[in-house]
């Protein structure tokens, strides 16, 4: 019922900076709590943070907490998905998810992307 496209990832170095966007079909975006995972090869999916309907509150992963900034727009249906000081341990398939609330919990998210790979070398 919802699709989600997500852009925006590639190979970059160590302390680089990358946006990713997840865009959203629709023309009810705005009432979707919107989240951002990812997952590595051999590794279990983890939560990278999660951005209410409105935008006004954002959660984030310990992990990331400080360099990664969720946004959205929701008049252009996308979420946003800002890395700066990138490290080799953030490599990983990033997808975005929506859901009826914001949270970390991949399990409350009903619709999900195919995911963009980003790569951070050394």
């Known amino acids: 019922q919802v699709q989600l496209v997500e852009s925006g990832g590639g190979l970059v170095q160590t302390g680089d900076s990358l946006r990713l966007s997840c865009a959203a079909s629709?023309?009810?975006?705005?009432?979707?709590?919107m989240g951002w995972f990812r997952q590595a090869p051999g590794k279990e999916r983890e939560s990278v943070g999660s951005?209410?309907?409105?935008?006004?509150?954002?959660f984030y992963a310990d992990s990331v907490k400080g360099r990664f900034t969720i946004s959205r727009d929701n008049a252009k249906n996308t979420v946003y998905l800002q890395m700066n000081s990138l490290k080799p341990e953030d490599t990983a398939v990033y997808s975005c998810?929506?859901?009826?609330?914001?949270?970390?919990?991949?399990?409350?998210?009903?619709?999900w992307g195919q995911g963009t790979q980003v790569t951070v070398s050394s």
């Open positions: 951005i209410s309907p409105s935008g006004v509150r954002t």
């Open positions: 998810a929506a859901g009826n609330i914001a949270t970390l919990n991949s399990d409350s998210y009903l619709y």
């Open positions: 629709g023309r009810t975006f705005s009432v979707y709590g």
